[in-house]
């Protein structure tokens, strides 16, 4: 039995009461169970069966209308990103990914700003408050997502490692922005309420040129702090970092950066800031100092931004491997014990301990959606980081859990279209999947049914377009649309399909006399050739052209091999024969000698197999008129015979 | 470079038309409909491309296209004309055709008319209760043409409650888009690769002319007349061929060109200059067809993403003695001398792009995607 990974979410149905024994059905491949209730209980004892039903979707994220624009648009991402050449490699590769990955979060960003706008414009607070959780969801979606981004795409060494974290949290601890403005718009900054708690910000933050363009603002505005300022100034201006363009060894830098600790260190010793407690402690938190740091609790927010913070003053060159380590101690004092952590604590946990299986897992829990998780897993196995995982069903992670998503998709509506595209990148049980779910797409119009037709028809599944273009001919002989039937069982090249309607053409005529759809019969060209039926329905609306176009002749040979080559039904053959009654009584002799006496052989072959009528009535009087048209026919044909007779031997003769 | 315009607006868009300026204006167009379909609830919506003053209320860019209103629309829209300044025309998947006003001073669309049952089935046993997809609709005021999966022809008058002409059982197959030619005659394509020409002055169901396209029988999906030589035509096949048509002679397309690789959707001339076309399809694809003659040999850059077409002409009008100048550059089916290029106008592959409208410098298209696209410099 496997072991579950945390409670299952308990959905409430109303009206579904377990004690009796009520079903429930998962409906198929899409994504819904289907629960019968005990509404409208009166109605329901009276007749069996049940007058409400109620319908539980999985994804419900699926059905937001902000995120539709996370789906569609990282749906264009996620199939540049398939096409991603597989020959690039090393940098090249790489950078494409990390750009691949913005790409994704910039999406992540657009979706929450505008989930933002509307949270804020809502007039119901209850709506708001939806919205809002919305938003930090994605937040919390977009730090996780970046943070994945620097640990595994971009694999960041040592000293360069702590620039991106910084900038990392820098991303996602953005209040300060807003106070660094509020601050320098006043008209004596240093005088400000927040002036410290900008500084410490700026400090904890790592932005040292900014922290010291305030200093210097207070030591302009207090001649008597003015020397301190310098001095703290002069060690943030000189605290040696690792810039991108440098070329220096991380040998070197660390050697500078044990000066510079030193200097702060003696500083502190000496008892330089004294005087300003505030001082005091900003060269405290650029030491280090893990008391100091944690002083700072409420401007530091989280754990995480403890450790970048205390990873810069501290461990600036800290090895990826070592970071984990960093990263529990730091959970653990920031928590003191007084809370446990948070899913999305352990979620970057798991991701500095490296443990990318982990972080997927604990996603998969936490979001209310399979989008993070299976866009995140297809990008890092793109980055060729999960090849040895396989799951002891179906397929490898990543197809497990886009097809997850994609089922998702399918069940929406309107958002199928996009899950198309998800199946096809799904190597395994990718086809199978869409072969399923594509047949449950409802065809509403003919232009829907062409999509879903271009969908099967590009990936040669051919059972599918047959069953569609069957669908559509089923529902356009029931709408009595035969030109449409017949279209569409071309299409299918559906012989029997073909034959069915070609016979309903056939009857119509019988009834009304005239041909229905000629645009169509007329045009069939090659596609005649499906089924018998349909080329004897071309063929025989071909001699009526023949007959009112006065090509006799033609009409006559076409008339007789229609009979001799056993293409029309049995029970045409009277129409087919008295067909040619008006061309053996033209003046001139249509049929040879030759055909007459086929004709003849046919008349005869067709009464010899006529059922008898055996009971009287109706029937007997019906059998009455098809023998007077046969006297007729005999008569006809042996004044033909002569006359032809007469004709050919006269030219022979000449 | 063009500047082009992406949004998002979690619908599939179906339909995208401009609203036409007022004649004599030198306004450029700044207001286009929108039209959803597949969706759970459907909307026809107006969208402005103005500027605001430059500067828009969510912190949008500049060239961002903004929502005015949208009104619920039952069932899918299947096409979408403006009517005049204020009306707009909307075929529904229910048979349904509506028109919408527009009110600016409130910035509202409300129903100012109805035609439920425009199409229906007869069938015994029709499975949607008879109501069929009205699948294209045109306009010329106060006249409102619709055609649909019945195959039936309906002429509607603005202010009638009535049908003015239906023709029933006017084709065997779905009818896929129509169009004005010459005031009383409409252009019908069908899904059994056939053009056909009406004139509502003739009694009876029957055609005044058929043309069609040989063999195959591969559905057409769209029609446009070139706006100043009325026999020019030009139409959009399952297949992604372009066939341009001259309705006076033959009973073929003039030339037939490789175009998309499925379903054309749509196919526009540029209404004040026709020399540019517009086509774009299911393969998520739209492209601009230059087929201006004096423009002299265009650097390769901006044919980059496109490419040549390739002709597979049946030179039907292969007279010499006709002036060259009155000849359609449409026409002309040397392709040693008339190159046509044509440009790609979309960034990337997207899912199937549905619509497009061109007018003046701009152009609008919806997609599957659910992303409207502008630019207002398409000839930069």
């Not at chain 2, 044509?342 to 409208?357: A, H, M």
């Amino acid at each position: 039995m496997e072991e579950l990974d945390g409670e299952p979410t308990v959905t409430l149905i109303p009206g579904v009461n377990s004690k009796k024994k009520q079903m429930c059905f998962d409906w198929g491949p899409g994504e819904m169970l289907v629960c019968e209730t005990s509404f409208n209980k009166k109605e329901s004892e009276t007749k069996p069966g049940c007058p409400f039903i109620y319908i539980i979707r999985k994804d419900i994220d699926v059905y937001s209308q902000i995120l539709r624009k996370l789906f569609n648009e990282s749906h264009g991402i996620f199939v540049g990103l398939q096409r991603i050449e597989e020959e690039l490699t090393g940098k090249s590769r790489k950078a494409q990914l990390v750009r691949v990955s913005k790409n994704y979060r910039s999406v992540i960003r657009a979706c929450m700003e505008e989930m933002h706008q509307v949270a804020i414009a809502a007039k119901d607070p209850a709506i708001g408050r939806q919205f809002s959780s919305q938003v930090s969801i994605l937040s919390a979606m977009e730090l996780i997502w970046n943070l994945c981004e620097i640990l595994f795409i971009e694999v960041a060494p040592a000293g360069a490692l702590l620039l991106h974290l910084l900038d990392w949290v820098r991303l996602h601890v953005c209040e300060v922005d807003s106070l660094l403005a509020d601050v320098l718009g006043s008209e004596n900054p240093s005088k400000h309420d927040s002036f410290w708690k900008l500084v410490t910000i700026l400090v904890l933050q790592g932005r040292l040129d900014e922290a010291r363009q305030m200093l210097s603002k207070e030591a302009d505005a207090s001649p008597s702090s003015a020397g301190m300022c310098r001095i703290l100034g002069d060690l943030m201006r000189t605290m040696p970092v690792l810039s991108p363009g440098n070329t220096q060894t991380l040998t070197e830098l660390e050697l500078k950066w044990q000066h510079w600790h030193e200097e702060c260190e003696r500083h502190l010793q000496d008892s330089t800031f004294a005087s300003s407690p505030h001082l005091e402690s900003l060269c405290k938190i650029m030491l280090g100092d893990e008391a100091a740091l944690l002083e700072q609790k409420e401007l530091l927010n989280n754990w995480y931004h403890f450790l970048v913070t205390r990873l810069l003053y501290s461990h600036p060159t800290v090895k990826p491997i070592d970071l984990h380590l960093y990263a529990q101690s730091s959970l653990d004092l920031f928590l003191g014990g007084e809370s446990s952590p948070e899913p999305l604590d352990n979620i970057l946990l798991a991701a500095f301990e490296f443990d990318i299986h982990q972080v997927i897992k604990e996603c998969s829990i936490a979001l209310s959606n399979w989008w993070f998780v299976a866009h995140l897993t297809d990008l890092l196995d793109h980055c060729k980081l999960l090849q040895s995982h396989n799951l002891y069903f179906g397929s490898n992670m990543r197809e497990f859990l886009l097809l997850e998503y994609a089922s998702g998709l399918f069940a929406h509506h309107s958002l199928w279209q996009l899950g198309v595209d998800y199946f096809d990148y799904c190597p395994e049980l990718g086809r199978v999947s869409l072969e399923l779910h594509i047949e449950r797409i409802p065809l509403s119009t003919e232009q829907k049914a062409l999509k879903v037709l271009r969908i099967c028809e590009q990936r040669q599944m051919t059972e599918q377009v047959r069953s569609i273009c069957k669908i559509l001919a089923m529902n356009a002989v029931r709408n009595n649309r035969l030109g449409s039937a017949l279209s569409w069982s071309i299409r299918a090249k559906d012989a029997a399909f073909a034959t069915l309607v070609s016979d309903r053409f056939l009857k119509d005529y019988c009834e009304r006399g005239s041909f229905s759809d000629l645009d169509l019969i007329d045009n069939l060209g090659p596609a005649m050739m499906l089924s018998d039926r349909l080329t004897f329905l071309g063929k025989y609306r071909e001699f009526h052209r023949f007959y009112g176009e006065k090509r006799l002749t033609d009409a006559a040979s076409l008339l007789l091999s229609l009979m001799t080559s056993q293409i029309a039904p049995r029970s045409f053959w009277v129409i087919l024969l008295i067909d040619a009654l008006p061309l053996l009584e033209e003046k001139e002799v249509v049929f040879s000698a030759e055909q007459t006496y086929e004709l003849m052989r046919c008349l005869e072959d067709f009464a010899s197999r006529r059922p008898v009528w055996r009971e009287p009535g109706v029937q007997r009087i019906q059998e009455d008129v098809e023998n007077t048209k046969l006297e007729m026919l005999r008569l006809a044909l042996a004044r033909n015979l002569g006359r032809a007779i007469i004709k050919e031997g006269s030219l022979e003769g000449s | 470079m063009e500047e082009i315009y992406a949004k998002f607006v979690s619908q599939k868009i179906s339909k995208t038309r401009w609203r036409p300026v007022p004649p004599g204006s030198l306004q450029t167009a700044d207001t286009f409909a929108a039209g959803s379909w597949d969706n759970e609830e459907n909307y026809v919506s107006l969208w402005s491309i103005g500027d605001f003053g430059n500067l828009d209320s969510d912190g949008g860019f500049e060239g961002d296209h903004q929502l005015l209103c949208d009104i619920r629309h039952h069932g899918d829209v299947m096409d979408l004309q403006f009517f005049d300044q204020e009306r707009i025309v909307a075929a529904s998947s229910t048979g349904c055709v509506t028109v919408f006003l527009h009110h600016p001073n409130n910035q509202t669309l409300s129903v100012s008319q109805q035609w439920t049952a425009a199409h229906y089935h007869t069938g015994p046993g029709s499975p949607s209760c008879g109501s069929a997809p009205c699948t294209g609709v045109v306009c010329s005021n106060p006249e409102i043409v619709t055609v649909g999966e019945d195959g039936r022809i309906n002429l509607f008058r603005a202010d009638h409650k009535e049908a003015v002409r239906t023709i029933d059982n006017a084709d065997s197959s779905t009818l896929h888009a129509v169009t004005f030619l010459r005031t009383p005659e409409i252009l019908t394509v069908n899904s059994i690769g056939q053009l056909k020409i009406w004139d509502f002055r003739k009694q009876g169901n029957e055609p005044s002319q058929i043309l069609s396209l040989t063999g195959d029988r591969v559905p057409l999906h769209c029609v446009d007349r070139h706006p100043n030589q009325q026999h020019v035509v030009a139409t959009g096949g399952q297949d992604g061929m372009l066939s341009i048509w001259d309705v006076r002679q033959g009973t073929m397309p003039v030339s037939l060109l490789k175009a998309h690789e499925a379903e054309m959707w749509e196919v526009h001339f540029h209404p004040s200059n026709p020399d540019h076309l517009f086509t774009c399809s299911e393969d998520g694809s739209l492209w601009h067809w230059d087929a201006s003659t004096d423009v002299p040999e265009k650097s390769s850059l901006f044919n980059q993403g496109g490419r040549n077409s390739t002709f597979l002409s049946h030179s039907i009008s292969n007279q010499a003695g006709v002036h060259q100048s009155l000849i359609s550059s449409w026409l002309s089916t040397d392709p040693a001398k008339d190159r046509i290029e044509i440009t790609s106008l979309l960034p990337s592959r997207t899912l199937s792009v549905n619509s497009l409208d061109v007018l003046g410098p701009c152009l609008v298209c919806g997609t599957d995607s659910e992303a409207i696209y502008v630019t207002r410099q398409l000839f930069s």
